[in-house]
């Protein structure tokens, strides 16, 4: 697919999508100078090989259509971004309710502590009447 802007144009939009500026994006992505990122925001180079990678591993939210075309967004939202091939799939639970299922028993969890916790309470402060 052809790019529809500039990887200058691609790269600005997504810094300040990301609220980054040219030195804490080379940081984020591991490049131990800043070099690179000005040459494609400054000089209107091309991205060089693995920087689109790099930021992909480092923002899960990145937009991979975006960096590598210029369209769409710089960064995406939601089941979207689940969706993307830098983003591991997460293994589906049998009930996606599951979690809520258990609240009934976390509580009743918390309710014992908590009466654990005041009969200890009742005990230190009846043998500090008793001195």
């Known amino acids: ?3 529809i802007l500039s990887d200058k144009e691609i790269l600005t939009q997504f ?11 080379a ?3 591991g490049y131990s100078s800043n070099t690179s990122i000005y040459r494609v925001i ?8 693995g920087m689109v990678d790099r930021i992909l591993a480092k923002f899960p ?4 259509l975006f960096l590598n075309t210029g369209r769409g967004e710089p960064l995406v939202v ?4 689940t969706k993307q091939h830098n983003v591991p799939p997460t293994p589906q639970e049998d009930n996606p309710f599951k979690a809520y299922l ?10 014992e502590a908590q009466e654990r916790i ?14």
């Not at 999508?17 to 030195?23: I, S």
């Not at 005041?118 to 001195?131: C, H």
């Open 1 to 3: 697919m052809a790019k």
């Open 15 to 25: 810094m300040k999508a990301v609220g980054l500026k040219a030195p804490g994006l």
């Open 27 to 29: 940081k984020a992505i």
């Open 42 to 49: 400054d000089d209107g180079k091309d991205m060089p090989d």
């Open 61 to 64: 939210n990145a937009s991979a």
């Open 78 to 81: 939601g089941t979207k971004v």
């Open 102 to 111: 258990e609240i009934p028993a976390r509580l009743d969890e918390i309710q």
């Open 118 to 131: 005041e009969s200890k309470i009742d005990k230190l402060l009846s043998l500090y009447e008793n001195k």
